[in-house]
């Protein structure tokens, strides 16, 4: 399964709606049910799945799907593990 299925099927159980309805350009605003309930379920829902930490930071500036995916590719890449030189918490 891909990012955008995972993500596909899990927002699309949140929301109640058809996975297929749901693709890289779908934002928060387009769902009224996709409220910061809606939100939050589904960033720990992935966090879960992708064995990934999002930051309060990266959490509020998510508004669509393709978000989560660029956020979910970075953290999947080696370089994820390092910023600045810095090392980052342990993801999970």
């Not at 009224?32 to 809606?38: E, F, K, L, Q, V």
């Not at 999002?54 to 910023?83: C, G, H, W, Y």
Request: glycine fraction near 6%; include cysteine; charge should be negative.
């Amino acid at each position: 399964m891909t990012i955008l299925e995972q993500i596909q099927s899990v927002l699309g159980a949140i929301l109640g709606v058809a996975p297929e309805a749901i693709n890289r350009e779908t934002t928060r605003s387009q769902y009224a049910n996709w409220d910061s309930w809606a939100h939050l379920q589904l960033v720990m829902e992935l966090e879960g799945q992708f064995a990934c930490h999002f930051t309060m930071d990266e959490v509020i500036s998510i508004a669509s799907v393709n978000d989560f995916i660029t956020l979910i590719e970075r953290k999947q890449s080696p370089a994820a593990d390092t910023v600045a030189g810095s090392r980052l918490p342990p993801s999970g």
